[in-house]
């Protein structure tokens, strides 16, 4: 009997750090809306990436933003200046959330992702 609670207890525990993870900012990546960004899109020394596919990214994008798709990010990071913050954007927020995280293990030190991405852009 106290074999299955803390075995219950232990798969719980598990499913919570998993959701906890996977929705916690990471230090140094910071999350605004799209509504912040129009603010941010006015400061030239700073970086926007739309990690989209061409074809997304062809249908509507924002002024400012260069398209380098999440399956090429890793190896067209060498555009992006390690030193300079980064803004990145996606369909709905989540590509760009996995976007960030691949720029911070990379080693840049300021990323923000933009929550809701395109679908909250107006």
Request: one cysteine or more; hydrophobic letters at 40%.
């Amino acid at each position: 009997m106290n074999e299955s609670i803390f075995i219950n207890i232990l798969i719980f525990g598990f499913i919570l750090l998993f959701v906890f993870q996977r929705f916690i900012t990471r230090k140094g990546m910071k999350q605004i809306t799209t509504t912040e960004l129009k603010r941010e899109l006015e400061d030239k020394k700073k970086q926007f990436i739309d990690v989209r596919t061409p074809s997304e990214f062809r249908t509507k994008h924002i002024k400012g933003f260069q398209n380098i798709p999440l399956a090429e990010l890793r190896q067209q990071s060498h555009h992006l200046s390690k030193e300079r913050e980064v803004f990145v954007i996606c369909q709905s927020g989540m590509r760009s959330a996995k976007g960030s995280r691949v720029l911070r293990k990379l080693g840049f030190k300021r990323v923000t992702n933009i929550k809701g991405g395109m679908n909250t852009w107006i």
